[in-house]
């Protein structure tokens, strides 16, 4: 492979997205490219448009499971047999409360997640209301993810201030039906398009690792491309004991980075997040995720743990990113060493990520733990 195809593959993505799949087979081929060289034009883009800094969002699971849908790769469908943590939606004080949390600890972006494939109004305004509020008391930014929502949902939520609304396409159109009976990749679809109705941000991504093909992978990146989605997370499929969905994990460190690596080629100014799987896939290439991705999860995901923040904060300190927050870096990391020094053996035990371990009830629920 001549090296200037790193150069072209920069000054192809600049003019749209890369037309051939072809161009898009070598970016996922070892025997074409070259990881490093290729993570250094990831990054060029990356750093063109979205700068030296990372994007971190701690999500809040404001309701879990009980869900009526049959995804079969989520712990909450109505097939799964893993010992998750049910319950429905917190209150509100401790709705805020975790939202003060995530201002606290750095989050550009709080992200509430609802199980279900759906929402009412009433429930609508409800949300609307903690938007507004959480909106008033912190400089952060507000996204939810509630399922299908109409054009008029979206509009009492973007007139509440909501930044974002998340809806995951989560793989391609051809293997939507072997994934999920209980509602279509159109639905998913519809409701994207009603949040750019709305004028809402979109934030829209993909679950790999559920037996895509690379034909599949290069799908989902154009057409998160063609929706003109703002955000883009890369979720890798997390084998939780006891969902419908098993698979063996085949993914490697190396294929991980390029199939990010091609999703920023594909959308060279989208905010482009490693999400979750993150420590599990990538193990001790995790940080390299951030050259071709500017975003990533803390404090774990909706019903799996991550690494600790002190360590995630470190690892981007390290590799001498910087953090898009009114928080400063420097002093985050200060304050998380020192609560090491205190709670060593919790920070300990919290320090896990790159085995798949499921959250209990005190990593989902600050408020009640602290109760
Ligand atoms: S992904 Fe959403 S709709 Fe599907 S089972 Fe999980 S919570 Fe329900």
Known sequence: MPTDIYQNLIELSLKGPLKDNHTCYQILDPEKTELLPLLQSAYTLRK??????VKIHILNNVQNGLCKEDCQYCAQSRDSKASIETYPMKSDEEIMEEARNAYEKGAFRYCMVFSGKGISDRRINHIASIVREIKKRHNIEVCVSAGTVTIRQAQILKDAGLNRLNH????????????????TYEDRLKTLQSAKQAQLQICSGVILGMGETR?????????????????IPVNFFMPIEGLPLTLPTQLTPEQC??????????????????????????????????????????????NTRGKSRRKTLQMLKDANFTIE???????????????????KS???????????????????????SHQ
């Open 168 to 183: 995951n396409l989560n793989t391609s159109e051809n293997i939507y039906k072997r994934i999920c009976s209980t509602h």
């Open 325 to 343: 927050s009114d928080k400063d870096l420097d002093a985050l990391l200060q304050r998380e060493n020192a609560m090491e020094d205190t709670l």
């Open 48 to 53: 063109r448009f979205c700068g030296n800094s």
């Open 346 to 368: 919790q920070e300990q035990d919290k320090d896990i990520g790159y085995v798949l371990t499921l959250k209990k009830g005190k990593d989902l629920r600050i408020l009640k």
């Open 215 to 231: 034909d599949d992978i290069i799908e989902m990146a154009r057409t998160l491309h063609n929706l003109r989605v703002e955000s």
């Open 257 to 302: 980075l390029r199939i990010l690596c091609l999703f920023r080629f594909l959308n060279p100014r989208t905010e482009i997040r490693v999400a979750a799987g993150r420590e599990l896939y990538l193990r001790d290439m995790e940080v390299m995720a951030f050259y071709p991705a500017n975003s990533l999860f803390m404090e774990g995901y909706l």
